[in-house]
């Protein structure tokens, strides 16, 4: 099962503390100044840049050195298999994996896994994790004064259906610092991986909330340049997902390839 491991952490880590005193004004400014290079161009940027500067550790987040190919057969001999045998239904409701309630809004967050052409992808593992209502992670690297959930780790799995449809129940994360620059907030969000059938078709990309005030300030959400690009990494409240007097829903599609492909993360590392 996915875990809140160094995927998430790494990229909260600037490049040095002179980077961490940086303040937000002057990151805003930087982001301000990349997004009207990038209207006055006039080439459509769907991903994220490689080297995003206002982002400061992205420059540690792909290759510098050339790509190698490796032998496909041998890889299929090591790679793992996944099955419905192997994961539970129960796992993907992550308010109900300790001894009480959760603290925070319980949720629907559910959507379809599709190809370029809007076909549904079947049987894809979809894991994801995220911070508690408070922000936190459950890491030993996440020492900011937000306090732990003893009922709440984070983590969850499923698989898609026929109609590549996934489904989680959990509790609305909460904005939490990083050390990017000083006084920098992420926005509210969950990591989201994906595999085919091995490890080598992993895919890993962040879901949002509608409406957050912490876009226009966030370096990660904003390497982005394409406005177009990045709202579709904001889920849609749905009303029709919401369950009386339990949840509310929230909707968010996902697709792997073509012109509205979903950014992930291996993008900006290749």
């Given at each position: 099962?996915?875990?809140?491991?160094?995927?998430?952490?790494?990229?909260?880590?600037?490049?040095?503390?002179?980077?961490?005193?940086?303040t937000?004004?002057?990151?805003?400014?930087?982001?301000?100044?990349?997004?009207?290079?990038?209207?006055?161009?006039?080439?459509?940027?769907?991903?994220?840049?490689?080297?995003?500067?206002?982002?400061r550790?992205?420059?540690?987040?792909?290759?510098?050195?050339?790509?190698?190919?490796?032998?496909p057969?041998?890889?299929?001999?090591?790679a793992?298999?996944?099955?419905?045998?192997?994961?539970?239904?129960?796992e993907?409701?992550?308010?109900?994996?300790?001894?009480?309630?959760?603290?925070?809004?319980?949720?629907?967050?559910?959507?379809?896994?599709?190809?370029?052409?809007?076909?549904?992808?079947?049987?894809?593992?979809?894991?994801v994790?995220?911070?508690?209502?408070?922000?936190?992670?459950?890491?030993?690297?996440?020492?900011?004064?937000?306090?732990i959930?003893?009922?709440?780790t984070?983590?969850?799995?499923?698989?898609?259906?026929?109609?590549?449809?996934?489904?989680?129940?959990?509790?609305?994360?909460?904005?939490?610092?990083?050390?990017?620059?000083?006084?920098?907030?992420?926005?509210?969000?969950?990591?989201?991986?994906?595999?085919?059938?091995?490890f080598?078709?992993?895919?890993?990309?962040?879901?949002?909330?509608?409406g957050?005030?912490?876009?226009?300030?966030?370096?990660?959400?904003?390497?982005?340049?394409?406005?177009?690009?990045?709202?579709?990494?904001?889920?849609?409240?749905?009303?029709?997902?919401t369950?009386?007097?339990?949840?509310?829903?929230?909707?968010?599609?996902?697709?792997?390839?073509?012109?509205?492909?979903?950014?992930?993360?291996?993008?900006?590392?290749?």
């Open positions: 099962m996915a875990s809140e491991d160094s995927e998430t952490f790494d990229h909260d880590t600037p490049l040095s503390s002179d980077d961490a005193a940086d937000q004004d002057a990151v805003s400014r930087e982001i301000a100044s990349l997004g009207e290079e990038y209207r006055r161009g006039g080439t459509e940027e769907t991903q994220p840049r490689i080297d995003y500067r206002p982002y550790s992205s420059i540690l987040r792909h290759p510098t050195k050339d790509l190698h190919h490796t032998d057969e041998t890889i299929e001999l090591w793992p298999a996944f099955g419905h045998q192997d994961v539970n239904a129960l993907s409701d992550l308010t109900i994996q300790h001894n009480g309630d959760p603290v925070g809004e319980r949720m629907i967050v559910t959507g379809r896994v599709l190809d370029g052409d809007g076909r549904p992808v079947r049987n894809q593992l979809v894991e994790w995220q911070a508690n209502a408070a922000g936190r992670y459950i890491h030993k690297r996440d020492q900011h004064p937000a306090p959930d003893p009922n709440f984070g983590v969850g799995r499923c698989l898609t259906d026929d109609d590549g449809t996934y489904r989680f129940t959990t509790i609305k994360p909460g904005p939490y610092p990083w050390k990017n620059h000083h006084n920098a907030w992420r926005p509210a969000h969950i990591h989201f991986s994906l595999f085919g059938t091995d080598t078709q992993r895919m890993i990309t962040q879901m949002y909330f509608p957050d005030p912490l876009f226009d300030l966030d370096p990660i959400y904003q390497s982005i340049v394409d406005p177009k690009a990045r709202e579709r990494l904001v889920a849609t409240y749905d009303h029709g997902i369950e009386h007097e339990w949840c509310t829903g929230y909707r968010w599609d996902i697709v792997l390839s073509g012109s509205n492909r979903t950014w992930m993360e291996e993008d900006e590392q290749a």
